[in-house]
């Protein structure tokens, strides 16, 4: 009988590379010091041509954002947690490009419209009527004559309360449609007396999901921001909204607008070259237990820190027996057609390396529709990756949990990978409950189980929509049910954009 080999390790916290191709682990001191990798590139944004949507109040709060944003933002309300909360330099100390007080071109929404928009009990129609504020800006900013590389949508919190998924109205406009009615408008099917706009039901009831689908059309990337987050104050009072503190705000918004404005902030220090990750995911087109019907995307990430987005094909991929979704070989195999022909269009080359991330299994019909997509020379290998929430735990004397970056080897083909935990490089943990690893499994092909956690660490460190030392989830799959939703949800969105900056 075979006995299981069980050890534990140490990863090392994966570098970053800055300007002057010189490395660092931590994204605040290399943008600080260093600053952003491509500064010295032909890509380089030397400023930032933006427009402003939002409320009268939004713009302005928004100016005095970017006029705090020059100067430098230290944060001395926890002296304990200094590491946690580093200084902000100013924006274009820290990414050698300027970003002016004054946008482009602004769009003074009536705040009152919002509010009346936002009480109708359809929710469908909410987050309809509010987007198609914002839509129309972007429409008209497109059509102007100054280049716009990134619209900032200021939006009340209100609209937060009031547009998300699972967001209640009390003593709303209108009736509330049962849930069958909602089905058949969704599909398509009026009645002949009915009087509402049709298209307002094949898109998300999520208006941030929603708005960022129907943006792509009018080719500007966008930052939603809620009105809130920009208060320029370190602490709230306890009956507001809990933010941090003003100096992580400020790394964590001029980071995701320098990156959708066409930056580049950091890459991966040690690339592996014609290596790419893809992580697939799957959203059902109805969320009824009975329905088959679901769609895939795939987002492939390359060790420059691009990314790029692919939509699948809809079918009946969804069981209601193993709840998990499965493609066919011949879907599989179109998916990934498209993911090594971008690449080759990217890099001018084949892959030598594909690492597939699923949450869920893959089944062998799938790997074989992917596999039958590689070129005889480019290597396969199909891994599930998913937090064990509720499974295995580790601790550690005293108070501070496991540390990132610890490994729990289980064979040669399963490992468990805490990737949040205590980060030594500041000293502290910076979660709230007790960390839970990724479980890790190679479910088909061949590597080493060591160097794909190292991989998976790596890409916890390649989300640019915040300034952080890691995620506790790769960039895989940590954004592929946002992607997911974007894509599926909003099904009438013609062409969306294969940049991954239009998604987050």
């Not at 189980?449 to 989830?473: F, M, P």
Request: hydrophobic letters at 35%; a neutral charge; charged letters at 25%.
């Amino acid at each position: 009988m075979k006995v299981m080999s069980i050890d534990s390790l140490y990863l090392s916290e994966p570098e970053l590379q800055f300007r002057y191709g010189q490395n660092m682990i931590d994204p605040h001191a290399g943008l600080e010091l260093l600053g952003p990798f491509d500064a010295d590139l032909s890509s380089h944004p030397s400023s930032i041509p933006y427009a402003v949507i939002g409320t009268p109040q939004g713009i302005l709060d928004f100016r005095k954002w970017a006029e705090r944003m020059q100067l430098a933002a230290i944060s001395i309300a926890d002296p304990e947690n200094a590491n946690l909360w580093p200084p902000f330099p100013g924006f274009e100390s820290t990414y050698n490009c300027s970003f002016g007080v004054d946008p482009v071109w602004t769009l003074s929404l009536d705040p009152g419209k919002i509010d009346k928009e936002t009480l109708f009990n359809d929710p469908d129609k909410r987050a309809y009527s509010v987007a198609n504020l914002y839509v129309e800006g972007l429409r008209t900013a497109e059509k102007r004559d100054e280049s716009i590389a990134l619209a900032i949508c200021v939006v009340p919190d209100v609209v937060y309360e009031r547009c998300r998924s699972k967001s209640k109205i009390t003593g709303g406009v209108g009736s509330r449609l049962a849930k069958r009615e909602r089905a058949m408008r969704k599909r398509g099917q009026v009645h002949m007396f009915d009087q509402f706009d049709p298209e307002q039901y094949q898109y998300s009831v999520d208006f941030r999901r929603q708005l960022k689908a129907r943006a792509m059309q009018h080719s500007i990337p966008t930052q939603i921001i809620r009105e809130s987050t920009l208060r320029l104050i370190d602490i709230g009072t306890p009956d507001e909204r809990g933010l941090t503190y003003l100096s992580d705000r400020m790394w964590n918004l001029s980071t995701a607008i320098y990156y959708k404005a066409g930056g580049k902030p950091w890459r991966l220090a040690s690339p592996r070259p014609g290596v790419c990750y893809v992580g697939v995911s799957f959203k059902k087109t109805d969320p009824s237990v009975e329905n088959r019907t679901a769609c895939c995307a795939a987002q492939m990430f390359l060790d420059s820190g691009d990314g790029v987005v692919f939509m699948g094909e809809s079918g009946p991929w969804y069981s209601p027996k193993t709840r998990q979704c499965h493609l066919t070989k011949d879907a599989a195999a179109k998916l990934l057609t498209g993911v090594l022909d971008t690449y080759r269009q990217l890099e001018g080359r084949d892959l030598a390396e594909v690492f597939l991330h699923y949450r869920s299994t893959m089944d062998d019909d799938e790997y074989q529709g992917y596999l039958s997509a590689c070129p005889t020379n480019t290597k396969l290998i199909g891994i599930r990756v998913r937090t064990e929430r509720h499974g295995l735990q580790l601790f550690r004397q005293g108070k501070m949990p496991v540390v990132r970056g610890t490994l729990l080897r289980i064979g040669d083909s399963v490992c468990y990978l805490w990737a949040s935990g205590f980060k030594p490089n500041i000293g502290t943990y910076d979660g709230w409950e007790v960390p839970a690893p990724l479980r890790i499994d190679i479910e088909h092909g061949e590597a080493d189980i060591v160097e794909v956690a190292k991989d998976i660490l790596g890409l916890t460190k390649l989300n640019y929509n915040a300034c952080k030392l890691g995620d506790s989830e790769p960039v895989t799959i940590g954004f592929s049910d946002a992607v997911g939703e974007i894509l599926v949800s909003n099904l009438r969105v013609a062409n969306p954009k294969p940049n991954f900056k239009f998604y987050i």
